[in-house]
């Protein structure tokens, strides 16, 4: 971490520029303090005049929040900041969300990391890898040179896995009631990953290499929405499509974070839906009624609420939001049908 001196910034009596961290996307973040709050937080900001892709992780927070994914708070923010990789301040582009990280501490420019450690979701699940020989053979072989190295299986099995090893208390004694809440907030995660179009990072920290608890789901991806996307053409020839074709369009965009079978290459998002609902039936159920509670309303209100975002953004976010809520609700009436014959 580098201390940042002759701090310039804007609502000076309320924010201060700190130092610069790794955030849990695995990208180098500006660190500010928030003197109101008392609180730390990683500074994500527009890259260009056409980004709109800071207002991603306050959508995610504003989100999340409603339907009940851990997700940190984020506020927005206006803050004239360091170039990342330079000694000067950008006088442009200082339209910001703040994503408050609660491992960060609540001191000014402390970090608090007293018997505290962080496990990144590669290391989650090449440990489970490890330690499960008749699996880590089997499964090194399969993901060889694939684009998407983890189906959802390993995702749910590692983190259940990770979480299980490294509790308050040995892996046997872990109730199924216990277990099946973890295995629901996976669920909870992956499934909202796969509605917003998004990929996410979430470590796990441990305190004294013990009593594992997953971090906060955290945005890992600048291209939630589109909103990154300068090319307004693009953007505008994609919305005169046809709903089938614009699917097309998404599907390019927004590849799944999680595969499915090793044999199945790249899978669109309906397709993991799908096999969410089909493996682990009880937990997507509980998830879609949860995402169900954030409406097209709901996100209209929030792109109205989003001032400095173009128009053209706007409309494609809010065109992304109704195809796929439109697909989550026919794959749910499939799978209650299903579930009756």
Excluded at 52 to 74: H, Q, R
Aim: contains cysteine; negative net charge; charged residues 30%.
């Amino acid at each position: 971490m580098e201390k940042l001196k002759d701090m310039k910034i804007c609502n000076q009596d309320e924010y201060e520029l700190t130092y610069r961290a790794m955030a849990p996307d695995r990208t180098i973040h500006q660190v500010v303090y928030n003197n109101s709050k008392g609180k730390n937080g990683y500074i994500h900001n527009k890259n260009y005049t056409e980004d709109d892709s800071f207002y991603a992780p306050y959508l995610v927070y504003k989100i999340g929040e409603k339907v009940g994914v851990n997700v940190p708070e984020t506020e927005l923010g206006q803050i004239l900041h360091l170039n990342v990789d330079k000694d000067y301040y950008r006088d442009s582009f200082f339209e910001s969300s703040i994503v408050y990280d609660d491992n960060l501490g609540d001191m000014k420019g402390f970090r608090i990391n007293h018997g505290f450690s962080h496990v990144a979701p590669e290391v989650i699940f090449s440990s489970y890898l490890v330690e499960n020989e008749g699996i880590a053979n089997k499964r090194r072989e399969e993901i060889r040179g694939r684009a998407t190295s983890q189906t959802v299986d390993d995702y749910v099995n590692s983190y259940i896995y990770y979480l299980t090893t490294r509790g308050s208390k040995p892996r046997e004694e872990y109730s199924k009631t216990e277990i099946d809440k973890m295995k629901q907030e996976l669920i909870d995660r992956a499934l909202f990953s796969l509605k917003l179009g998004t990929h996410s990072n979430f470590d796990v920290t441990l305190f004294n290499h013990k009593d594992a608890k997953l971090d906060p789901y955290y945005l890992s991806s600048r291209n939630m929405f589109s909103l990154n996307v300068s090319n307004e053409e693009w953007a505008n020839e994609s919305l005169s499509k046809s709903d089938d074709e614009f699917k097309k369009v998404m599907e390019s965009e927004y590849i799944p974070q999680y595969g499915l079978a090793p044999n199945v290459f790249v899978p669109k998002a309906s397709d993991v839906v799908k096999y969410i609902f089909e493996k682990y039936p009880e937990q997507a159920k509980k998830s879609y009624e949860k995402l169900s509670k954030f409406t097209s309303k709901d996100f209209k209100d929030e792109l109205d609420n989003c001032t400095r975002m173009s128009d053209v953004h706007k409309k494609f976010a809010m065109r992304v939001f109704d195809v796929r809520d439109k697909e989550f609700a026919e794959i749910y009436q499939e799978h209650l049908k299903s579930q009756t014959r």
